[in-house]
């Protein structure tokens, strides 16, 4: 027996010397794996010599079981430690393989497009560009406040629910998504000192979705306060962008009266069209089209913004870069914009190269 216990130490200590050998030769992982079952495994070496522990009685079981444990905790360590090792090392072989030479010149692609709602903007923001417009902008997370209240829609005003507003949950001052770019007027009017001449581009969102309404959407802010400004100074304003937007000389345009909280007095303006053989035809025609809200700028929202109501008046409009888009491109489906579809982009959008100006053709 006392030989026993002996001939099974001696031999695990040699399976250990034998192991540290060939762990040390191993270069890949498979063959970690493969040491490990050779070791570890339910018929490998080691496993097999601890089996054989049976033949002793309980007391040499119980000290050569020591041992052995001991010796086998100090291979499964050096398997996990040589495995850990080998990953990185591999892992750093291979980023380093795989560098990217930036400093190597590109391959010039065709496949990028400019996407109609991007040229339409461009479009609008250059055409009242040269009528000496600057561009603002806003955050697309708005307060309540600056989307709501300051634009004369107190908490519980009807025209809340008009706009099916995105809340945000949890947020103390009562944040939402924008629904529309007006707020944007009021962080301006706040900032900066009349004569203010300001569009406002931008992402909206409301939380309706169908053939013509997305949940996410774009428009397009103007505002004007100065001395002295009338409804007449916002009509020519219009007609200029809607004439120059849709290459049309004498675009019938109509005025009709409207409702918003923060414009008084407002109106919707609608241009003729008509349809003729399926096909609609801006500027020519008996019927009229929606393209736009505006109005001059309440007195209310001036003074919110503590704007001098003695002194200054102004106008405003919004227009939905989507609806305006749709027209002049005859777009008839509003989720294509957002679909990704591939032949769709193909198909509707436009040169990189080719940047809008009024004077060379933008339309
Ligand atoms: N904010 C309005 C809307 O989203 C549009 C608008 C802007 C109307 C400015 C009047 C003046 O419907």
Redesign the pocket.
């Known amino acids: 027996m006392e030989n026993n216990i002996t001939d099974i130490i001696k031999k695990a200590e040699e399976l250990v010397f034998c192991f540290k050998k060939e762990i040390d030769n191993i270069n890949d992982l498979k063959d970690i794996g493969l040491i490990r079952t050779k070791y570890m495994g339910k018929k490998g070496l080691f496993t097999s010599l601890l089996r054989s522990l049976n033949e002793l009685n309980k007391d040499k079981k119980a000290l050569a079981g020591k041992a052995l444990n001991n010796m086998k905790k100090e291979v499964e360590e050096k398997i996990n430690f040589h495995h850990e090792l080998l990953r990185n090392k591999l892992l750093n072989d291979k980023l380093k393989k795989e560098r990217i030479d930036i400093t190597l010149p590109g391959r010039p692609i065709n496949q990028g497009g400019v996407h109609p709602i991007s040229k339409t903007m461009d479009e609008i923001i250059s055409i009242l560009g040269t009528l000496d417009f600057n561009v603002e902008e806003g955050p697309h997370i708005e307060d309540d406040y600056y989307n709501f209240t300051a634009l004369n829609i107190p908490e519980y005003h009807p025209a809340r629910q008009d706009h099916d507003t995105f809340y945000m949950n949890g947020s103390k001052k009562k944040k939402l998504l924008r629904?529309?770019?007006?707020p944007i007027?009021i962080r301006v009017m706040k900032e900066k000192k009349p004569p203010i001449k300001i569009i406002a581009p931008g992402n909206?969102y409301r939380c309706d979705d169908d053939a013509t309404h997305s949940p996410m959407f774009h428009?397009i802010?103007?505002l004007v306060i100065d001395k002295n400004i009338s409804m007449a100074n916002l009509k020519w304003t219009i007609k200029e962008l809607l004439t120059a937007f849709f290459n049309v000389k004498e675009l019938p345009m109509r005025f009709r009266p409207s409702y918003?909280p923060?414009?008084e007095p407002?109106a919707e303006v609608d241009i003729g069209c008509s349809v003729d053989s399926g096909k609609l035809i801006i500027g020519k025609g008996k019927d009229w089209l929606e393209v736009?809200?505006?109005?001059m700028v309440n007195p209310k929202v001036f003074d919110n913004c503590n704007i001098n109501t003695e002194v200054y008046n102004g106008f405003?409009?919004?227009l939905g870069v989507e609806r305006f888009a749709m027209l002049k491109y005859g777009i008839t489906d509003l989720r294509m914009f957002y679909d990704n579809d591939h032949r769709w982009l193909k198909h509707y959008s436009f040169k990189p190269t080719g940047f809008p100006n009024i004077l060379k053709g933008i339309l």
């Open positions: 629904t529309h770019t007006s007027q909206t428009q802010e103007g918003f923060f414009t407002s736009l809200g505006c109005g405003a409009f919004g």
